[in-house]
């Protein structure tokens, strides 16, 4: 790892590239405290993937929680009234995404 003041970073900004290049991150400091990192396309990549990774699994959880919750509150349903509630949930979901414009929905 690599540590540089602002003002170095700025003077050496090529070879800081190549040193990212070559595997290094490149700890970027100002008055002392780290505020930045440079790091290579492919780390930043990876990194991404990594957090994108992070994000499913956290609303998975969240998920499935919400589906715990949920049968326990109606334990006393029946199948047809569990199905047509799991539909309505869903087509409640689908609509809000397609509110937001994240997914295309037509109803039928």
Do not use: C, H
């Not at 003077?11 to 405290?33: C, H, M, P």
């Not at 994108?52 to 609303?59: C, I, P, T």
């Amino acid at each position: 790892m690599v540590v540089v003041s602002s003002t170095q970073a700025k003077a050496q900004f090529s070879k800081l590239i190549e040193k990212t290049q070559e595997g290094d991150e490149v700890v970027i400091r100002r008055r002392g405290q780290p505020v930045a990192v440079m790091l290579s396309y492919e780390d930043y990549l990876d990194l991404q993937t990594l957090r994108e990774k992070a994000r499913r699994k956290e609303a998975l959880a969240r998920l499935r929680a919400l589906a715990r919750e949920v049968r326990a509150q109606n334990e006393g349903l029946t199948p047809e009234d569990s199905e047509a509630l799991a539909d309505a949930l869903a087509r409640e979901a689908l609509e809000g995404l397609a509110a937001k414009g994240q997914v295309r929905f037509e109803r039928s």
